[in-house]
Each structure stands twice: as structure tokens, then as C-alpha cells.
Nanobody
Framework: QVQLVESGGGLVQPGGSLTLSCEAS????????IGWYRQAPGNQREFVAA???????NYARSGEGRFNISRDNAEDTVYLQMKNLKAEDTAVYYC?????????????????WGQGTQVTVSS
């Protein structure tokens, strides 16, 4: 049983910053790679970033240079630091796990999802 619990979403002005957290528990294998997807209204869910337990990372082009993913392996907690946020970053952000690598998670999500946290970028 894998449990992923997101927190840290909210309302932020354009250009602002926000840090999301994902607390994970369960199968060591399923938690080797943890990452983030997001879904804006009317859009498909899209990859944001992923990190492996060994530190390998993968970012979607939309977040490169603005987003930073990190993890605390002892706590199996993953953080997504987002800066210079734009209106188009507005979405529900979902924590995801189960992919065997960060690279693979960029192409197809793992089987496990959190409940999501809303990020709204608006003035």
C-alpha cells in the first residue's frame, strides 16, 4: 500500500514562489522514484518533475530553471520548489510514484497518486 500526501498549495501572485511537499509511505520499491504531475482545467495531466532515491532528476521543459525538486530519503518526502510562477502554472498538482526511473516518469506516470493540491497563480 502506497500513500502519497501533498501539501503546500495555495494562491500566489505572478512572479511569486511556492513549495509543495509530498509525504510518501509504503513500498520501498514503489517509492524509488517520486514526482509531480499537474492538471489544469480542460487539459490533460502533464509531467512536471521527478526524482529518484539516488538523486537522479528529470524536469519538464515548462519548469526548467524555475522549479527545483528535492527529497529527504530518510522521511521519503519530496519537495517541489517553484519560483517565478506564471498564470499558466495554475493547476492541481499531484504527487506520483511507481515509475522505475525519473526519465520513465517523464513519459508515463507510475501507478500511485496523491489526492492533489491546488496551485493558483493570479493577481
Amino acid at each position: 500500500q502506497v500513500q502519497l500526501v501533498e501539501s503546500g498549495g495555495g494562491l500566489v501572485q505572478p512572479g511569486g514562489s511556492l513549495t509543495l511537499s509530498c509525504e510518501a509511505s509504503g513500498s520501498i520499491f514503489a517509492l524509488n522514484t517520486i514526482g509531480w504531475y499537474r492538471q489544469a482545467p480542460g487539459n490533460q495531466r502533464e509531467f512536471v518533475a521527478a526524482i529518484e532515491r539516488g538523486g537522479e532528476v528529470n524536469y519538464a521543459r515548462s519548469g526548467e530553471g524555475r522549479f527545483n525538486i528535492s527529497r529527504d530519503n530518510a522521511e521519503d518526502t519530496v519537495y517541489l520548489q517553484m519560483k517565478n510562477l506564471k498564470a499558466e502554472d495554475t493547476a492541481v498538482y499531484y504527487c506520483n510514484s511507481g515509475a522505475t526511473s525519473a526519465l520513465l516518469m517523464g513519459m508515463t506516470p507510475g501507478d500511485h497518486w496523491g489526492q492533489g493540491t491546488q496551485v493558483t497563480v493570479s493577481s
